[in-house]
Structures are given as structure tokens and as C-alpha cells.
């Protein structure tokens, strides 16, 4: 699997669906799975952000682990995760320099596992599943809380 790239594609103002579609878009795919506690302080978040961007962050985290997790443990999901990684820049992100923080920590939660984990171990087990109810529960605070 390769690790997410950014893209600079022309963008035509704010989207007001943007976050709503994204949001939705991860939650059927967590649902999909079978359904903690975030790190704020590891977001690279800036006073110009929006309030739900250290939740955003930490699910991109968790969406990069979950795209090395899944398939190594035997899950044919393919390019899911990636796939959500995208359609929640496509959604969300508007200007270049939060897309490349987004894919960074994308591809810190991939890298994170694949340089410790070569085959599915019941910590592999654990962690996957540790991951996938605390993404769900970041799609329900974040919908929750800031949806419009």
C-alpha cells in the first residue's frame, strides 16, 4: 500500500456540505467494521482552524493506521481507508498547506504501524479495534457537536 499524496486541485470557495459528507462517508465505513481517548496535543492545529480540527487530525491518524491495519489482519477492504482520507480532503480541506498536515498525519498513523507490525498479532488486533470504535466516536462528536 502507498501512503497518501497531496493533490493541488483548483478550489471554488467553501463548501457548506463539505464536512457533513465527509463525516458520513467515514461513519458507514467505521459502521461497515463493527462500529478512547485522543491526543488534542498532537494536532497541529492553529487559532484560524476550525474548532473540530484536532478531532480531524487524529481521525486522518486513525484512518492511515486503519489502511495498514486491516489488510495486514486480512480485511479486503483494498483502498477503503485511503479512499475516505481523500473524500474527507475533497470535503473539508480548501487551501494547500492544511491538506499537506492532513496527509501527514494520514500517513504518521500508517508508517506508524508498518514499521512495528509485519503480521496480524493480537496487539495488531487490539489496537485495530481500539482505533475503529475511537474513529467512530470522533465522527459522532465531531457530526454531534459541529454539523449544520
Known amino acids: 500500500m502507498i501512503p497518501l499524496r497531496a493533490r493541488s486541485p483548483?478550489?471554488?470557495?467553501?463548501?457548506?456540505?463539505?464536512?457533513?459528507?465527509?463525516?458520513?462517508?467515514?461513519?458507514?465505513?467505521?459502521?461497515m467494521l463493527g462500529s478512547g481517548l485522543r491526543d488534542p496535543a498532537a494536532a497541529q492545529v492553529r487559532p484560524e482552524d476550525p474548532p473540530y480540527e484536532a478531532d480531524?487530525?487524529?481521525?486522518?491518524e486513525i484512518m492511515g493506521a486503519l489502511h495498514y491495519l486491516r489488510p495486514l489482519c486480512g480485511a479486503a477492504d483494498g483502498t477503503l481507508w485511503r479512499d475516505?482520507?481523500?473524500a474527507l480532503l475533497d470535503a473539508e480541506v480548501s487551501d494547500d498547506a492544511r491538506s499537506r498536515r492532513f496527509?501527514?498525519?494520514?500517513?504518521?498513523?500508517?508508517?506508524g504501524f508498518s514499521s512495528v507490525?509485519?503480521?496480524c498479532t493480537p496487539a495488531a488486533k487490539t489496537a485495530l479495534a481500539?482505533?475503529?470504535?475511537?474513529?467512530?466516536?470522533?465522527?459522532?462528536?465531531v457530526t454531534t457537536r459541529y454539523n449544520r
Open 103 to 111: 496527509i501527514e498525519r494520514f500517513n504518521q498513523g500508517y508508517r
Open 10 to 31: 483548483a478550489r471554488d470557495g467553501v463548501r457548506t456540505r463539505g464536512l457533513r459528507a465527509a463525516s458520513l462517508a467515514c461513519a458507514l465505513a467505521l459502521l
Open 84 to 86: 475516505q482520507m481523500r
Open 56 to 60: 480531524l487530525m487524529r481521525l486522518s
Open 117 to 119: 507490525y509485519r503480521q
Open 130 to 141: 481500539r482505533y475503529i470504535e475511537e474513529g467512530g466516536a470522533l465522527i459522532r462528536n
